[in-house]
């Protein structure tokens, strides 16, 4: 089977946002006298929104809503991009439009749907994609396979037929287990186990590297899982 769309993760493979939402976590958490910690953001990485505000309500002690949580999360992160503290990574805004150039391509992103579209908006990507999912626009985050199997299928493709660029360990399930080839690119701050790697098809040092390595992928040069 063809490989014939592409199907990209935002935070850690497209802008350097991680550490931001963490310093959000850990910023609401202290201001209820908790101390979010390293294991506490691997709970909730790749987690949708309400996932991890539903979290951080219950970890945290905070009288407010899952709601209200999660909108000061994300007021906080908007704040950052707003601000310029979310930069696109190097080659990623390349990546994007080569790839772009030659096949369709979506997102499926944990982050919601403020985040993804003024991240989109500021870096001036928003028309490269055909598609833009949030996990919070599913049944289930990450690891759960719904965000990817919903951007294939917005993008008209069995997941068979579409690759991925992941950063995270919770990201790589996702998209493998909805049938996707993956592309690695481990975040090195929060590096995924090497188990989560093993399910990757290939492993990318760099955007550029990533990028390189699709276009492989579409020329028919490498062979993807559903072929």
Request: proline residues 6%.
């Amino acid at each position: 089977m063809a490989l014939a769309a592409v199907v990209f993760d935002l935070d850690g493979v497209l802008v350097d946002s991680e550490h931001l939402w963490e310093q959000n976590w850990v910023a609401y958490a202290a201001a209820h006298g908790v101390n979010w910690t390293a294991a506490d953001t691997a709970t909730v990485q790749g987690m949708s929104a309400p996932e991890w505000a539903a979290y951080l309500a219950e970890r945290s002690g905070t009288p407010e809503t899952v709601e209200q949580v999660e909108r000061a999360v994300v007021d906080g992160m908007i704040a950052a991009v707003d601000a310029g503290a979310a930069p696109l990574l190097p080659g990623a805004a390349a990546m994007v439009r080569d790839v772009s150039a030659s096949v369709p391509v979506a997102l499926a992103s944990s982050a919601t749907r403020r985040v993804i579209d003024a991240v989109l908006t500021t870096h001036g990507l928003t028309g490269e994609f055909t598609a833009t999912v949030s996990s919070a626009e599913v049944a289930r985050g990450k690891p759960s396979p719904d965000v990817y199997l919903e951007a294939a299928a917005r993008l008209g493709r069995p997941g068979e037929e579409c690759l991925a660029v992941e950063d995270s360990g919770n990201g790589i399930r996702a998209a493998a287990a909805a049938g996707l080839t993956v592309v690695a690119l481990p975040n090195p701050t929060y590096p995924p186990k090497p188990e989560a790697l093993r399910l990757a098809a290939a492993v990318a040092g760099s955007n550029d590297d990533a990028r390189r390595t699709l276009l492989a992928y579409l020329a028919g040069e490498l062979v993807g899982r559903g072929a």
